[in-house]
């Protein structure tokens, strides 16, 4: 894995126009800022037909390269033959430290396993009908759903109550027992970490929450602690199992 520190890593963001919603991209680019800079910023798609008209504006307001790919053999995705080696090209002459593949194609499948078999982060963007094998094959998956503007759940509007939802606690308390000291103590971010492994696609905006923190203090079976860092300005989360202090 790249050894960037957050928000300073140079990334890739190939989008698959065939197989996304323009209406998403503002959202996805606010999201890619969080992991780095989008150094490399393509979109590709056959632009000479109609059904991409929505995305020409959206290139030029955030200034996307439009990569153009005749559809010449009907029933063959083009495209996707077009971003996978445009991808390995830009793995091997660019210096980059990750990719963000914007599709929900299960085409880049095999793109995405080679690129982090070269230690570089790979970050997927797609809908919710993704096939878990590009999931799976992600470090990173985020569902564009939670992107657009217009349907996104905004933290504190009504979500499924996360202590009845008894595949999250126990993705949780997985995730904490695996990061936690021989007190039962776990760092958050240890546990975020611990959580993103298990299940790449997993966010607390699912729940009506933006922030892991948020998420956890709704689950009543966990203890959450605030600790001061080593720095004495500013504090850490710690989370528990209310289990193990009984």
């Given at each position: 894995?790249?050894?960037?520190?957050?928000?300073?890593?140079?990334?890739?963001?190939?989008?698959?126009?065939?197989?996304?919603?323009?209406?998403?991209?503002?959202?996805?680019?606010?999201?890619?800022?969080?992991?780095?800079?989008?150094?490399?910023?393509?979109?590709?798609?056959?632009?000479?037909?109609?059904?991409?008209?929505?995305?020409?504006?959206?290139?030029?307001e955030h200034a996307i390269q439009p990569m153009q790919q005749f559809a010449?053999?009907?029933?063959?995705?083009?495209?996707?033959?077009?971003?996978?080696?445009?991808?390995?090209?830009?793995?091997?002459?660019?210096?980059?430290?990750?990719?963000?593949?914007?599709?929900?194609?299960?085409?880049?499948?095999?793109?995405?396993?080679?690129?982090?078999?070269?230690?570089?982060?790979?970050?997927?963007?797609?809908?919710?009908?993704?096939?878990?094998?590009?999931?799976?094959?992600?470090?990173?998956?985020?569902?564009?759903?939670?992107?657009?503007?217009?349907?996104?759940?905004?933290?504190?509007?009504?979500?499924?109550?996360?202590?009845?939802?008894?595949?999250?606690?126990?993705?949780?308390?997985?995730?904490?027992?695996?990061?936690?000291?021989?007190?039962?103590?776990?760092?958050?971010?240890?546990?975020?970490?611990?959580?993103?492994?298990?299940?790449?696609?997993?966010?607390?905006?699912?729940?009506?929450?933006?922030?892991?923190?948020?998420?956890?203090?709704?689950?009543?079976?966990?203890?959450?602690?605030?600790?001061?860092?080593?720095?004495g300005a500013s504090k850490a989360l710690f989370i528990r199992d209310t289990?193990?202090?009984?």
């Amino acid at each position: 894995m790249a050894s960037e520190a957050p928000g300073t890593a140079r990334l890739a963001v190939l989008i698959d126009a065939d197989n996304a919603n323009p209406k998403v991209l503002p959202g996805l680019l606010a999201e890619v800022a969080k992991y780095g800079v989008a150094s490399v910023k393509r979109a590709y798609g056959d632009w000479t037909t109609p059904q991409l008209g929505g995305w020409k504006a959206m290139l030029v307001e955030h200034a996307i390269q439009p990569m153009q790919q005749f559809a010449n053999t009907k029933g063959k995705n083009a495209t996707d033959s077009a971003m996978i080696i445009d991808a390995m090209d830009l793995l091997h002459t660019r210096g980059l430290d990750g990719f963000c593949i914007v599709s929900s194609d299960s085409d880049f499948t095999g793109l995405a396993r080679r690129i982090r078999e070269n230690g570089l982060l790979v970050i997927g963007f797609g809908e919710k009908k993704t096939p878990k094998a590009f999931v799976a094959a992600c470090d990173r998956f985020v569902h564009t759903e939670l992107l657009d503007a217009g349907t996104a759940r905004a933290p504190g509007r009504a979500a499924p109550a996360p202590k009845e939802d008894r595949r999250l606690v126990a993705l949780v308390r997985k995730a904490v027992e695996d990061a936690s000291d021989d007190t039962g103590w776990a760092s958050l971010g240890a546990v975020g970490s611990s959580i993103a492994k298990q299940q790449p696609d997993f966010d607390s905006r699912s729940w009506g929450f933006a922030k892991l923190s948020g998420l956890v203090r709704a689950l009543p079976m966990f203890e959450v602690e605030e600790r001061p860092r080593g720095d004495g300005a500013s504090k850490a989360l710690f989370i528990r199992d209310t289990r193990a202090g009984a």
